[in-house]
Each structure stands twice: as structure tokens, then as C-alpha cells.
């Protein structure tokens, strides 16, 4: 078994996770010459996330260490990193196990269940190597030199930054195995992929409110003391407790000197290893009945013939054309999390995570900003501020400005159909319309109720904003037709790296801030800002439009 | 009816893909255009269906020309692209209602088609699940449904039979037959003699962009043996699959 399972390992880790196997077929020299450019650009940006870890160990280090409790240090970082593993780890997981393309090619070979499982488990261990190196291990070499550890802290150091990501990844494996195993989620890989990316970003703003506040209390000794001693009873003791190992692993590193230390050491290593078999051995029984027949087409639901017909109604071209965008706008799991939660990011983005910190500091607080916002002299401001806002979230989101790139090696297909190209356009425009407008009215209705804005001032915004959200995604599509992006093989490159997106964004955010700063200059009351607002970009929206009517359908036949 | 007249293309100011081509395909006829792999066929369709401009020459269909009177032309033709994976995120009878739309079908008429079609092909079952579970045959069957779905005149196919179970296909050339003697036009491509000489009326043979020949199947056997390299064309072809 051992011989298979090790090739297995170094073929899926040579294959990049076994996830991108396809794209690597092509050009094996380019692209690894651009992947390490990729891999030290990445590095690079990097560096001062590590940089700042290392102050803020010291920092908290030299804090606890004058009440002797510096060892709280190596607990918490231990039981962070377990639980961020765990966490990412369920949907790693289900990707790499379930969803990976190689898993077809793999289930003919003569292996056994727990040798395509361990394997494929070694290869998530290895990438969560990259992320220890990130985040453990400066703090472990931060730690070591501040309190001066001899030779025993930095070899158990090495075994524990090795077999941490075990404990975490055999209970997220083990969690993942079982929900393959007796549900049918799997055949709904697409939401899978949606409500995953979802739970990514809803991590990393949480993540970003957390050490904004820890931040801030590092400023406080006092506060700091009181904040990490009190968690060993609260959430992160909790946490601490999910996972088994994490409390040994710490405590023969804050004893690494002692026997006590080498104790807690050979009780880490054998709930690694049991953890690992008890893994194994589930998958021997489990994996092959979840993973087999995962990619066949479900004839689930055979849908009747009364159902077809009512849903066959007949519907205008254009609504039929905006329904097929919409449709895959939402269905598509990139595009959705592009082009459409994005969205509804803005009031967290925008409102939300700048209150929790106004909470956290004295010197501005929420009363204070609405009696700003309450005063009669600034409504001009901020109604510009609201159509700043609505300009930019129609830039941000990229619809429009991908709405050609995303129809890819397909384009074809619209030149064919008896629609013209001008209605296509317009459908298009649309579709970006729609959610900005879904946007703009989110994010104006969270400040309403957070900062209570005049109602006056929320109907006015609401019509201006709506508006100028006409003219970024008019930008946005005339930029995408005179050069649209259609040679990719995966969608993510349609929206993600897509230079027409970040151009738009550009010229909404010049164009948010132009207003702003214009109206500031002005002065104007809130009635004048409202008819300067609405003419200007009225005339705008007019302008362009019957450049995208006049040139549009023109430049949309060209494109071969 | 279809009718080109003269009809050239270039990629890249060099390579020549149609070169001075003029065919017409009449009304009431199974028309075959034969060609080995990268002769020129798909380019051909592409420009009579107005997915590419021609450098020169002009294209009718019905009478409709493909470049002034856009719209009205494409409203003649169904067309079968050859690669069937499109709408994948669209369910099978969303995706035929979208096409049913934009060639306005009337509500009773389509639901009338999709009925008729979904058994024909065997397709009603799966079409409330979205295309992207299909096998490649399916994605095949809902596309040539729904190039059907407004019942147009001409039917325009890129290798069609490509992909489809052997039942599927004895439907679809059962189909093409009919929709020929009720004096329509069926024209579609291949790279199979054996699938052109059994159901075409007529076939052009085209080759680095150029007819080689055009005409029935009589005339065809009779020019493979008078001509050497069209004998050399025809071994290509039948060695083909």
C-alpha cells in the first residue's frame, strides 16, 4: 500500500491539487516560469502580513510576560490556526475529495479507498504548510527568540507545526465524508461552491473586524491582559476544547524544558496519529459510497408534462434575453460571487465594519456622526455622497463592464439569433442596472437606519443614485465591447482578471470622488445639489447612450 | 432556399478558409457538404448564418440577404452549432423557451413543439434539469431542439449526427427527410460519406476552401473515378470513422 499511496501523493501534489488538473495540459515551461513570478509576487505581498505578526507577538509578548502568562501566546495562536484549518478545511475538503476532476480518472485504478483518501489528505496537509508558514511560524520563532527557548522548543516546534494541521483536517474529512456519504448536497456543487465562497468572505471581514480591535487594545495593556486571560473561559476556551490535541501541543511547548513538556508531547503526537487512523478507517468504509456516481447526471426530479407547459409562456425578447443574463449571473458560482454578492457587501463594507470600530474609540462616536448628518448644511454632501456611493457600486460589481468577456468562446451564439444586436445591448445594460439598483438601494437603506438620514434626503439619493448608476454601467459596457476578453477557458478569468472590470471601477471611483468634491466646492443646498446631480448625469447617461446605440451594435457585429 | 454567390474569406490576411465559393441549396432538398477536417465547412456556415462577415460575396437565405436583411434572414434558419455545450446553467426547458422567445413562438405553439420534440428525442425527462448534467448526446438533442422550436423553413446543422446514440440519429435523418418532401431545405455538413450518400439528395465537396464538386450522388461516384484527386479526397473521407 505504501508505495501506491506515496506516488499517488507526489502525482496530486505535482498536479496542483489535483483541482487544476486540466489546465496544466498546455505549455509546461511558460507556465511554470509564471507561476514561481506568481508565487514571489505573492510572497512579496506577503511579507508585511508576516512582518506585522511578528510585532504584535512581541507586543502581546512583552504585555503578558510581566504577569508570567506569555505561554497564552503559543494556546491561543495554536487553537486559532487549528480552527481557521478545520473551518477552511471543510470546504478544501469537499473540493479536493468530491468535486476534484481527477477523481473520475482516479476511481479506475486498482487502489484502495484509504490510499486515494490519504493521499489526497497529505496534499491538503502540504498547503496548509504554506498557510502555517504565514501565520505559525513567525510567531512560533517570534516567541522562541523573545523568551530565549533552548534546541528542545525549536525540534517540537518542528513536529507541531508538521502535525497540526492533522487534528483539524481529519474532524473537517470526517464531517465532510459523512454529509457525502447520507446526503445529496454533492450533486449541487454549484451552491456548494457559492455558499463556500460566502462563508470565505463573511471569515475574512470577520477576521479583518477582530484584529482592527485587537489593534486597538494593544494600544491598552490593561485591556489586552484583560481580554486574552478572561478567554480561557469563553470562546476560545470553547474552541480550544474542539480540538483535542491543541491544548498538549501548547503546553509541551510552554514546558518544552521540563519532562512535563516531553509528556504533553507524546500525548499530541498519538491523538494525531489516532486521529488520523480513525479517519482512515471511515474512509475505508465511507468514501467510494459517497464519491461514486457523484458526476452522474441526476435524472432527478422527471419533471411532468403539465409542469413544462406551464412554464412555457411566451415573454418578450428583450425580458427573455435579461431572464437568460440574470440566470446566469446568479447561477454561475464566480459570476455570482463577482458580480453579485458584491452588492450586497457595501453596507457591511462601507457602514458596518467602520461603526464596530468607531465603537471601539473615543474620540468619534455614533452620536456625534449623526448630528453631522442631521444638520441642514450638509444634505447637499451627502446626498452626493449617496450618488458617489450608487456610481461606484455599479463600477465595482463588473457586470456590465464583463457582460461581452463573460459570453467567452460562445459570443458566437448571439450572432446567429434572429435578435438584434442593439436589443442584446440594451438586455445587457440591464442586467447590471438591476443589481446595482438592488445595491444602491441596500447600502442607502442601511444608512437610513444606522445614521437616520432625513427622509428626504433617502428619496432623493434613491432617484439620483439610480440615475448615475445608468452612466458607470454604460461605461462599463462600452469599455468591454471595444475590447472584450474572450479566450478563456475558465470563468474566473472572464470577471477576475479582467482589466476592463478594474478600468470601470477606476473611472466610478474618479468620478464618485469628482462629485463629492465638486458639491463640497459648491455649497449648494440640498435642492440645487439635487438638480446639479440629476442634469449632469442625466446628460451623461443620454450622451452615452446614444453612443451605445449609434456605435454598439456596429462594434458587437465586428467582434469575431 | 440558400444561395452564395462568390463567397470568400481570409483569417489573418493569409490563410484563404472559403474561396470564391457559389452553391445554392434548393427548396425540397437533403443537402450534404462534405469536406475532411479543417476544409472550410464550419467557416461556410458560419458566414451563411451570419456568426462571421465575409470578406466578399453575398449570401441569401429565402431571399433574405444575411447582411441587410439581417433579422428577416435569420428567421429562416435553424441552426445546429458543432459544439452542443452551451446555456449549460439553463434547465433544458428554460433554454427552449428562450429560443422559443427570441423567434417568437406563440405560448400554445411552443408547448405544442416541446411536447412533439421531448418525445421524439426522449429528452421530456430531463428537461427540468439544467443542461450542464447532460451527457453530450442530450446537450446534442436539446440543441437541435431548440434550433427547431419555431419550425423554421431552412435547417442549417454542423455535424449534427455527431455525438447521437444510433436511434437518435435514424430520428434526426427521419426528421431531415421529412422536412425535405413537405419543400423545405435541410443542409447540413459532415466529414462521413457513408451518412451523405445514404439521405442526400445533393452534396458539394469542399476542400482548403474550395467546391471541388457539386451534384448528386450519381454524378459524384461517376467524378471519383474520372478525377484522381477526388479519389484521393474520397479515401480521406472514407477512412475517415
Redo the contacts between chains.
Keep these: 500500500m505504501n508505495k501506491k499511496f506515496i506516488t499517488l501523493t507526489k502525482i496530486l501534489l505535482k498536479s496542483g491539487l489535483g483541482t487544476q488538473g486540466k489546465r496544466n495540459k498546455s505549455g509546461k515551461t511558460g507556465i511554470l516560469d509564471r507561476k514561481l513570478v506568481l508565487y514571489l509576487i505573492i510572497a512579496l505581498a506577503l511579507l508585511p502580513l508576516v512582518a506585522s505578526i511578528i510585532t504584535m507577538t512581541v507586543s502581546i509578548y512583552d504585555v503578558l510576560a510581566q504577569i508570567g502568562q506569555h505561554g497564552v501566546i503559543i494556546s491561543l495562536s495554536i487553537i486559532a490556526i487549528s480552527f481557521m484549518m478545520f473551518f477552511f478545511g471543510i470546504i478544501y475538503v469537499m473540493n479536493v475529495f468530491y468535486f476534484s476532476s481527477d477523481i473520475e480518472r482516479l476511481l479506475p485504478l486498482p487502489l484502495k479507498p484509504s490510499q486515494i483518501l490519504a493521499a489526497k489528505f497529505l496534499t491538503v496537509v502540504f498547503y496548509e504548510y504554506l498557510t502555517e508558514m504565514i501565520i505559525l511560524f513567525p510567531i512560533l520563532i517570534a516567541y522562541g527568540v523573545k523568551s530565549g527557548e533552548g534546541i528542545a522548543f525549536y525540534l517540537i516546534s518542528l513536529v507541531i507545526f508538521l502535525l497540526v494541521p492533522v487534528i483539524p483536517l481529519t474532524m473537517a474529512s470526517i464531517i465532510v465524508m459523512i454529509i457525502m456519504r447520507f446526503t445529496n448536497i454533492g450533486r449541487h456543487k454549484?451552491l456548494f461552491k457559492v455558499i463556500g465562497g460566502i462563508i470565505g468572505i463573511a471569515f475574512g471581514l470577520g477576521i479583518n473586524i477582530v484584529i482592527q480591535n485587537a489593534v486597538n487594545k494593544s494600544l491598552d495593556p490593561k485591556a489586552l491582559q484583560d481580554m486574552l486571560l478572561s478567554g480561557g473561559n469563553s470562546f476560545v476556551g470553547i474552541i480550544g476544547r474542539m480540538f483535542p490535541g491543541a491544548e498538549f501541543a501548547a503546553n509541551s511547548l510552554a514546558n518544552s524544558a521540563n519532562i512535563n513538556g516531553l509528556v504533553n508531547f507524546i500525548i499530541f503526537v498519538a491523538i494525531t496519529v489516532v486521529g488520523f487512523l480513525i479517519f482512515v478507517y471511515l474512509g475505508e468504509m465511507i468514501y467510494f459510497k459517497g464519491v461514486i456516481g457523484l458526476s452522474e447526471?441526476?435524472?432527478?426530479?422527471?419533471?411532468g408534462?403539465e409542469?413544462?407547459?406551464k412554464?412555457?409562456?411566451?415573454?418578450?425578447?428583450l425580458?427573455?434575453?435579461l431572464?437568460?443574463e440574470v440566470?446566469?449571473l446568479i447561477?454561475?458560482p464566480i459570476y455570482f460571487l463577482n458580480c453579485v454578492l458584491t452588492n450586497f457587501m457595501w453596507p457591511v463594507i462601507f457602514l458596518i465594519m467602520p461603526m464596530a470600530q468607531f465603537a471601539g474609540s473615543n474620540d468619534m462616536n455614533l452620536d456625534m456622526l449623526r448630528s453631522i448628518i442631521a444638520n441642514n448644511e450638509h444634505a447637499g454632501v451627502i446626498l452626493s455622497a449617496a450618488v458617489a456611493a450608487a456610481v461606484f457600486i455599479a463600477g465595482a460589481n463588473g457586470i456590465t463592464a464583463t457582460c461581452i468577456s463573460r459570453e467567452g468562446q460562445?459570443l458566437?451564439?448571439n450572432?446567429?439569433?434572429?435578435?438584434?444586436y442593439t436589443d442584446q445591448l440594451h438586455a445587457k445594460v440591464l442586467s447590471g442596472i438591476i443589481f446595482s439598483t438592488i445595491g444602491m438601494v441596500g447600502l442607502i437603506a442601511t444608512a437610513t437606519v444606522l445614521l437616520r438620514i432625513d427622509t428626504v434626503i433617502v428619496i432623493l439619493s434613491l432617484i439620483a443614485g439610480f440615475i448615475a448608476i445608468f452612466f458607470t454601467s454604460l461605461t462599463g459596457i462600452l469599455i468591454d465591447l471595444y475590447n472584450p476578453k474572450l479566450n478563456w477557458d475558465n470563468e474566473q478569468k472572464a470577471v477576475k482578471q479582467n482589466m476592463n472590470v478594474v478600468i470601470n471601477m477606476l473611472i466610478s471611483m474618479a468620478l464618485g470622488f469628482l462629485t463629492v468634491f465638486g458639491i463640497v466646492n459648491l455649497k449648494t443646498d440640498l435642492y440645487t445639489t439635487f438638480a446639479i446631480l440629476v442634469l449632469v448625469f442625466g446628460i451623461l447617461d443620454v450622451l452615452l447612450y446614444r453612443l451605445l446605440d449609434y456605435k454598439g451594435a456596429e462594434v458587437f457585429?465586428?467582434i469575431? | 432556399m440558400i444561395e452564395l454567390s462568390n463567397v470568400s474569406k481570409t483569417f489573418n490576411g493569409k490563410v484563404k478558409a472559403v474561396d470564391n465559393v457559389t452553391m445554392t441549396v434548393k427548396d425540397g432538398e437533403i443537402f450534404g457538404f462534405l469536406g475532411p477536417n479543417g476544409a472550410g465547412k464550419t467557416t461556410t456556415i458560419k458566414i451563411i448564418t451570419g456568426i462571421l462577415n465575409a470578406d466578399s460575396g453575398r449570401v441569401k437565405i429565402n431571399g433574405y440577404d444575411i447582411k441587410k436583411d439581417t433579422i428577416q434572414a435569420k428567421f429562416q434558419f435553424g441552426f445546429v452549432p458543432d459544439d452542443p455545450n452551451m446555456f449549460l446553467r439553463l434547465k433544458g426547458i428554460e433554454y427552449l423557451n428562450f429560443m422559443a422567445d427570441i423567434y417568437d413562438v406563440p405560448s400554445d405553439v411552443r408547448r405544442q413543439r416541446i411536447e412533439i420534440l421531448g418525445e421524439r428525442f426522449e429528452m421530456t425527462k430531463a428537461l427540468g434539469d439544467q443542461i450542464q448534467s447532460y451527457s453530450h448526446g442530450m446537450r446534442q438533442k436539446i440543441v437541435i431542439m431548440g434550433a427547431l422550436i419555431h419550425n423554421p423553413p431552412v435547417w442549417i446543422l454542423d455535424e449534427p449526427m455527431t455525438g447521437l446514440d444510433p436511434k437518435s440519429s435514424f430520428t434526426l435523418k427521419e426528421m431531415m427527410r421529412e422536412h425535405a418532401d413537405k419543400g423545405n431545405t435541410v443542409f447540413f455538413s459532415t466529414h462521413v460519406l457513408e451518412v451523405a450518400e445514404k439521405i442526400c439528395d445533393r452534396v458539394a465537396i469542399i476542400n482548403k476552401g474550395r467546391i471541388l464538386f457539386c451534384g448528386n450522388l450519381e454524378e459524384m461516384r461517376e467524378h471519383f473515378k474520372s478525377n484522381e484527386s477526388l479519389e484521393k479526397m474520397f479515401l480521406e473521407l472514407t477512412q475517415n470513422e
Design positions: 454549484d447526471s441526476g435524472g432527478s426530479k422527471s419533471t408534462i409542469d413544462l407547459r412554464k412555457s409562456i411566451r415573454n418578450s425578447k425580458r427573455s434575453y431572464g437568460k440566470k446566469l447561477r454561475t460562445q458566437y451564439i450572432k446567429y439569433l434572429p435578435i438584434s457585429s465586428r469575431e
